[in-house]
């Protein structure tokens, strides 16, 4: 891009430290497991990482309860591995992206152990969102809001006389108290974290649950979806989702990122619809980047993608930024297994043994053709940790091993997230797999990862992993990220774009339909999802021509 700005094009991957390296042997990855294994990042061709939190935690939430904003949890290591991580992922041309969880703390957390000794009404209890209880004597809830992961969004406290008292919201677990955003000294405590992470060299953050943190005055009730992506086009925004006044905080933050040297640059999550209003939070004054969720839950059809596409990049085209675009993360189904159940299917929250299974072939050959799109597409993309592998949903796994609060808040109603969390493998040989010496990783590997590890894949051409770095190397060389995107009609169960960049254009097609797609004799592969690829493009395969 002519001013610079690599968050524009960038390809980022996404490491779960518990999960991708162990180098003290204790089952959980950590900080300097992390660092030995950055080579391996920057063979497979991305700009940055992002790091899911590694401070002081409970772990009710794998980290995302964060007790202590400023350090490092003793299970990942130290501060000066942060430190040293940083340092060396500079060295390789690797920016870092640390994660910053600004809508709740954990209970654990001084302010909140505060609040609970101080009294209703109090400075303390002003930090979080605390209200007394409807019913004649308080006992029931203020409102009727349910939690993201199970069960009423309040937990009443005892208050330090001993008699039962007010009621706070957490819109996740009940150890992860919500704090109050209209409070200044909130405001001010995170613009100092951003600035202690900032001076340690981080490149960015993404912002986890950046559209809650800003409830509707009143806290009016809710019985619609949690999901705004589940909303139907006439229902009114959910109070605790997307209010306008969460961007005025973005705007704060954008000035203290603008504040220091390096292009730093925030990603949003948040799942908002529709695209105009996601877009919202990627003008020119507040993140560089959002995740297009929509494009990561459309199923697989031809036009239920292309509108995600188009309706995003307009969207974002519309206010000068970039489209952000990814296919999996550490709380949605893994993408090799969640193509392979029936299309057009809701979602389940994690695939346990008793619900419907995916079709593991299919599953992995539709992911391979989806990435193989989406790497094509002008913007930035975000990579999770074992896609590169086509590594499959753990979808076996006993409820007892299970760690989510969402399979514990739903009494296992829904199995949760632990599936796409499993530890990495990295030799088929080795002990966990290579993941790390202990030989009890904190959630147990399924037997197909040996198959599936990275020493496996090496140097396989038909591998997922040689797919990958393919289409991270001819991206680069074309500059793709920075292109101009064009749509190709080439029939109804057919999807086609041109990326023009620069002199070069690249015609990315997949195909949906049953029948094979004849491609052109004079153009040029340059990379196809399935290997063999002679003249025609087979079913749920995709391409790249020049
Ligand atoms: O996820 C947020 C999350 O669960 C929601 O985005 C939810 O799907 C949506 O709000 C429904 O509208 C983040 C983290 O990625 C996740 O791991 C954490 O558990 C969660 O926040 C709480 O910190």
Redesign the pocket.
Do not use: K, T
């Given at each position: 891009h002519p001013g610079g700005e690599w968050w524009r094009s960038a390809v980022i991957y996404q490491i779960y430290p518990r999960s991708w390296a162990d180098a003290d042997g204790n089952g959980i990855g950590d900080l300097p497991g992390i660092t030995a294994r950055l080579p391996y990042l920057k063979a497979l061709g991305v700009d940055a990482v992002w790091l899911?939190p590694f401070y002081p935690s409970p772990q009710a939430?794998?980290g995302?309860?964060v007790s202590d904003y400023r350090g490092v949890e003793p299970l990942f290591g130290r501060l000066d591995d942060a430190d040293t991580l940083i340092a060396r992922s500079h060295e390789l041309g690797l920016r870092v992206l640390v994660d910053l969880?600004p809508?709740?703390t954990s209970d654990e957390h001084a302010w909140f152990q505060a609040a609970l000794r101080a009294a209703p009404g109090s400075a303390e209890r002003e930090r979080y969102i605390f209200r007394d209880g409807s019913g004649a004597h308080g006992e029931l809830p203020p409102n009727n809001w349910e939690s993201?992961?199970g069960g009423a969004a309040w937990t009443r406290v005892t208050e330090p006389d001993g008699t039962p008292g007010q009621w706070y919201l957490h819109l996740?677990d009940s150890k992860?108290p919500d704090l109050n955003w209209q409070n200044p000294q909130v405001r001010s405590e995170f613009e100092d974290i951003l600035r202690f992470w900032l001076d340690r060299g981080v490149d960015g953050f993404r912002v986890?649950?950046a559209?809650?943190l800003i409830k509707a005055d009143g806290l009016p009730d809710w019985s619609g979806p949690?999901?705004?992506?589940e909303l139907s086009g006439d229902q009114t925004r959910p109070p605790m989702?997307d209010q306008d006044g969460v961007h005025e905080v973005y705007r704060d933050w954008h000035r203290v990122l603008a504040s220091y040297p390096g292009e730093r640059a925030m990603v949003a999550?948040a799942?908002v619809q529709p695209a105009d209003r996601a877009a919202l939070y990627v003008r020119d004054d507040e993140f560089q980047q959002a995740f297009n969720f929509e494009f990561l839950q459309a199923p697989w059809r031809a036009r239920d993608l292309a509108d995600a596409i188009d309706r995003s990049y307009l969207a974002n085209d519309a206010v000068d930024a970039p489209t952000t675009w990814v296919l999996s993360?550490?709380?949605v189904v893994r993408h090799a297994s969640r193509l392979g159940l029936p299309v057009g299917e809701p979602r389940p929250n994690g695939i346990g043994v008793d619900d419907p299974q995916p079709d593991a072939a299919l599953g992995l050959r539709r992911a391979r053709a989806a990435t193989t799109l989406m790497l094509a597409l002008p913007g930035g993309a975000y990579l999770y940790q074992g896609e590169e592998l086509g590594l499959p949903e753990a979808t076996a796994l006993p409820d007892e091993v299970r760690q989510d609060?969402t399979f514990h808040r739903t009494a296992g109603r829904e199995k949760g997230?632990d599936g796409c969390r499993i530890p990495m493998p990295w030799e088929k040989d080795a002990t966990s797999y290579g993941f790390g010496e202990g030989d009890q990783p904190w959630l147990p590997q399924p037997e197909a990862y040996g198959d599936l590890a990275v020493d496996q894949q090496e140097g396989d051409p038909a591998s997922t992993l040689e797919l990958y770095r393919r289409l991270l190397r001819v991206r680069r060389d074309l500059d793709l990220g920075e292109g101009a995107l064009a749509t190709v009609d080439l029939g109804d169960d057919v999807l086609a774009y041109d990326v023009t960049s620069g002199s070069q254009t690249v015609r990315v097609i997949v195909n949906f339909g049953a029948q094979p797609v004849q491609l052109p004799a004079d153009r040029e592969v340059l990379v196809a999802s399935e290997p063999d690829i002679a003249g025609q493009l087979p079913t749920d395969t995709a391409v790249w021509l020049q």
């Open positions: 899911s939430d794998a995302y309860d969880v809508n709740h993201v992961f996740f992860q986890d649950v559209h809650g949690l999901n705004m992506l989702w999550e799942w993360n550490h709380d609060p997230r």
